[in-house]
């Protein structure tokens, strides 16, 4: 099996006929080892057997073949990882979700939102909510938000806030700042607020007034965040949110990033205050760097 990963790993056209055998050996560790292995080849070839172990019911590699898939990234896969998102098996569900979401592309994109907001289910929601932030699909925000307080673990929790905030081009940040050590942590949010502040006179959208408005709440918000003052960061955040949705001008991505913060701050009374300041940061980053580019690109267009 091992020998086999490491024959994908090399995209060598040499490598084809093993790990097609291997599909078919008796061991199961091998046939995962030879499916995953067809994932990392990159070969077109490999595409046929893969979907024919993703189909056929009584494989017990279906979950791996659908990960593959994933990482040969051929759009011939996204019709058949579609109907796995509705397979009885939950990691198959999974898995061909995740499948998707490094495929990308507009069906495979309209295929996880319709999936994301056909039901809620703890046991795929935090995955389909992943995935579709890797198809840059803004349309997610929304709903991620509006489910994020039915789920308790403070994992999934973290799953759908990361995944918020890549959505809105902030990348793995959130997990980053979540997983530092304490002072770190202080240290990262404390230069991302100076940031906040820097972006903030760097807008150009809006009047005068609006402009001024803007810059002084975000004082606010870094002045209650180096005091510990909740109650005055959700004030300030909820009323830069507002200001920015009745912005003329204000990107998509800014005025997503203001939905999610007022549909996260929706609950704020039950919220982690160590999650909140984190994902609030994220929030104001990207609301604001993105009214800055587009304050830009209008005066490149002027």
């Keep these: 099996a091992n020998r086999l990963r490491a024959l994908g790993r090399s995209r060598s056209p040499l490598a084809l006929s093993a790990l097609m055998e291997g599909l078919r050996d008796a061991s199961p560790a091998v046939r995962q080892g030879a499916a995953e292995g067809l994932g ?3 070969l077109s070839e490999g595409l046929e057997p893969l979907v024919s172990a993703l189909e056929d019911e009584e494989s017990d590699i279906r979950p ?5 898939l994933g990482r040969l990234r051929k759009p011939e896969s996204v019709s058949p990882l579609i109907q796995a998102l509705y397979d009885d098996d939950l990691r198959l569900r999974n898995s061909a979700a995740m499948a998707l979401g490094e495929i990308g592309g507009r069906e ?4 996880l939102y ?14 389909l909510v992943d995935a579709a932030s890797r198809t840059g699909d803004l349309r997610l925000v929304e709903p991620a938000m509006e489910h994020l307080h039915d789920l308790a673990s403070p994992v999934l929790r973290m ?20 997983l530092a050590d304490e002072l770190g942590r202080a240290s990262l949010v404390e230069k991302m607020m100076a940031r906040i502040i820097r972006l903030a006179k760097a807008v150009k959208l809006g009047d005068e007034k609006q402009r001024a408005k803007l810059q002084a709440l975000a004082q606010d918000v870094s002045q209650a965040a180096a005091t510990d003052d909740y109650r005055s960061l959700v004030r300030a955040c909820k009323e830069l949110a507002t200001t920015t949705l009745a912005l003329e001008g204000a990107r998509e991505v800014s005025q997503a990033a203001a ?3 007022l549909l996260y701050l929706s609950h704020h009374d039950d919220l982690p205050e160590g999650e909140a300041l984190i994902f609030l940061t994220i929030c104001l980053t990207s609301l604001l760097r993105h009214m800055v580019a587009q304050s830009r690109s209008s005066q490149v267009e002027g």
């Design 64 to 68: 791996v073949a659908a990960e593959a």
């Design 108 to 111: 495979a994109r309209d295929a």
């Design 114 to 127: 319709y999936a994301l907001t056909a039901g809620f289910d703890r046991r795929t929601f935090p995955t």
């Design 159 to 178: 799953q759908v806030l990361n995944a918020v905030g890549r959505v809105l081009g902030e990348r793995n940040h959130f997990y980053r700042l979540r």
């Design 259 to 261: 939905r999610a913060l």
């Design 40 to 42: 990392e080849s990159g």
